[in-house]
Nanobody, 118 residues
Framework: QVQLVESGGGLVQAGGSLRLSCAAS????????MGWYRQAPGKQRELVATITTSGTANIADSVKGRFTISRNNAQNTMYLQMNSLKPEDTAVYYC????????????WGQGTQVTVSS
């Protein structure tokens, strides 16, 4: 069973920074994609960034240049460094792992709240 635990959310003023962490336990496989998604009140969950086991990152245009995703394969951890935060970044941020084998399977964390005040 895979479990994901996020941490690092909180309240920050516009222009500030936060660093989110996601720790995965259980078997997530040697090939997988880890990612961050967010959901603001009244909106659908949206992709923020993903990163493959080999380190290839995909960043949403809305956060490109401000957010950086990274991971530590040896520790099964993932990070999201968020700089120059804006009020529109306010959302619950969810950690996701997609195992590739034996069948594609998604796992989600419980979410961590990020609130950016203007």
């Amino acid at each position: 069973q895979v479990q994901l635990v996020e941490s690092g959310g909180g309240l920050v003023q516009a222009g500030g920074s936060l660093r989110l962490s996601c720790a995965a336990s259980g078997s997530i496989g040697s090939i997988n994609v880890m990612g961050w998604y967010r959901q603001a009140p009244g909106k659908q969950r949206e992709l923020v960034a993903t990163i493959t086991t080999s380190g290839t990152a995909n960043i949403a245009d809305s956060v490109k240049g401000r957010f950086t995703i990274s991971r530590n394969n040896a520790q099964n951890t993932m990070y999201l460094q968020m700089n120059s935060l804006k009020p529109e970044d306010t959302a619950v941020y969810y950690c996701n792992v997609r195992k590739v084998f034996p069948v594609p399977t998604d796992y989600w964390g419980q979410g961590t709240q990020v609130t950016v005040s203007s």
